[in-house]
């Protein structure tokens, strides 16, 4: 996008200079920027209108702001004339604007061991099981999409299903089919953040902060645990090769997290492995949509062979590790 025509705008939105406008990584929908104002940063995200309705971003923030009064770290949201999200034309094209307070941060840097250890394993598992007792316990109806219900705003994998191969989709109708069989009760399902890897948070003085809710929706809990536990025990093995037993650690300890403030059951375990293979089929689709087929890294092209494999032979992945998790700390919980 023009950057020269996104700070001309947001001068003209906000009546203040804008300085040092400068792009930032904005997820499947949105763009996103940091930019300066009154030597303060803000981070400015581009919704298009025709990806999100202004209801379902204000009910986004409104989930925030939930989080955020039960001591869940998120960031402040910045009102221009008095409103939470506002129109913006950027090229001729028309967003839906949002602006955040830019938090003082630590990027989660996956190779720094002084940060990528137990002990934060355990804070991550512990954030994630204090925000779903909020949802189950004390939260006011938000109205925000049913994942299994929809097929445009927050699961994405119906449209990236479009022009791919009836293998894939045969999987997908699979998996929804057998997800549909758990209950959807209160204990077990509620609003969720719905994409909470570690690109997805900050950490400031040793606690998360959570950001982009823009998926939020309502969904099992075990979805959220999921999708961390995927994208951790992927990088975490990625960086640290010679860390022999970093996928059990891993686990101990994100689950004791977990388990300090909500319990699992053993339906939860069964629903938790079908959400690691919706994982890994929504990110397959995503790469081969998103890479340079014709141009790949090693590591990308064995890592696209590895998903399709798992995907074609109905394997779960780091089946193992959650086995072996399961045998030797689970079975000796009170859950």
Not at 237 to 254: C, M, R, S, T
Request: aromatic share 14%.
């Amino acid at each position: 996008m023009n950057i020269e025509s996104i700070s001309e705008n947001l001068t003209l939105l906000t009546q203040k200079k804008i300085k040092k406008v400068e792009p930032l990584s904005g997820g499947f929908q949105n763009h996103v920027f940091r930019f300066l104002m009154d030597h303060h940063w803000y981070i400015a995200r581009l919704t298009p209108i025709k990806k999100r309705s202004k209801e379902l971003i204000e009910a986004e923030l409104s989930f925030m702001k939930a989080m955020r009064k039960n001591n869940i770290q998120t960031p402040d949201v910045i009102s221009i004339n008095d409103k939470r999200v506002t129109e913006l034309i950027i090229d001729n094209k028309l967003f839906y604007i949002t602006i955040f307070q830019f938090v003082e941060n630590q990027e989660l840097d996956v190779s720094d061991l002084s940060i990528w250890n137990a002990n934060f394993f355990f804070e991550w598992g512990k954030t994630i099981g204090q925000m779903h007792r909020i949802s189950e316990t004390s939260l006011e109806k938000i109205h925000r999409p049913v994942w299994m219900e929809d097929d445009r705003e927050v699961n994405p994998i119906p449209s990236l299903l479009v022009d791919n191969k009836h293998w894939l989709k045969e999987i997908y109708k699979d998996l929804l089919i057998k997800l549909a069989t758990f209950p959807q009760a209160k204990r077990n399902f509620g609003l969720i953040h719905n994409d909470l890897h570690q690109g997805n948070f900050f950490v400031s003085s040793n606690q998360l902060v959570l950001f982009d809710f823009d998926d939020c929706s309502y969904n099992w809990y075990v979805q959220d645990l999921s999708t961390s536990i995927y994208h951790a025990l992927w990088t975490g093995g990625a960086y640290h090769p010679k860390w022999d037993k970093f996928h059990q650690e891993f686990l101990e300890y994100f689950l004791k997290g977990y388990l300090s403030v909500r319990e699992l059951t053993e339906n939860d375990l069964v629903q938790l492995e079908l959400f690691l293979q919706m994982r890994e089929l929504f990110l397959y689709l995503l790469f081969k949509k998103s890479w340079d087929l014709k141009h790949l890294e090693e590591w990308q092209s064995e890592k696209l062979l590895e998903m399709e494999e798992n995907l074609r032979h109905n394997r779960i992945p780091y089946e193992n590790e959650l086995r072996t998790w399961k045998n030797e700390t689970f079975n000796g919980h009170p859950s």
